[in-house]
């Protein structure tokens, strides 16, 4: 079991940035796959990213590539996601989610088996 806590979110302007961070509990941290989620009102929660447990290997939405970075920090129980360039369009709840599970494409919601209640992000045009 793991517990997840995001923090980060906020408001920003059009092409700003923000980083998001996720707080793990536990001892397991490190063999999870991590991820990041997001959904806006009235949209499905949606793919923004993902990494391996060794941080090896990252997977982006395309919505997502050449703005975003994920990362982790195993030694620190944390999850990253670096967003610049900042759009309207980011604007959502971005989760942060751990699978037990390894799969070589990007990550679906239900691929997922812990997420933590998310952070607000607001993009101003």
């Known amino acids: 079991q793991v517990e997840l806590v995001e923090s980060g979110g906020g408001l920003v302007q059009a092409g700003g940035s923000l980083r998001l961070s996720c707080a793990a509990s536990g001892r397991t941290f490190r063999t999870y796959v991590m991820g990041w989620f997001r959904q806006a009102p009235g949209k499905e929660r949606e793919f923004v990213a993902a990494?391996?447990?060794?941080?090896?290997?990252?997977f982006y939405a395309d919505s997502g590539k050449g703005r975003f970075t994920i990362s982790r920090d195993n030694a620190k129980n944390t999850l990253y996601l670096q967003m610049n360039s900042l759009k309207p369009e980011d604007t959502a709840v971005y989760y942060c989610?751990?699978?037990?599970?390894?799969?070589?494409?990007?990550?679906?919601?239900?691929?997922?088996?812990?997420w933590g209640k998310g952070t607000l992000v607001t993009v101003s045009s």
């Open positions: 989610a751990a699978a037990r599970t390894h799969h070589n494409r990007n990550y679906y919601p239900n691929d997922m088996d812990y």
């Open positions: 990494i391996s447990w060794d941080g090896g290997t990252t």
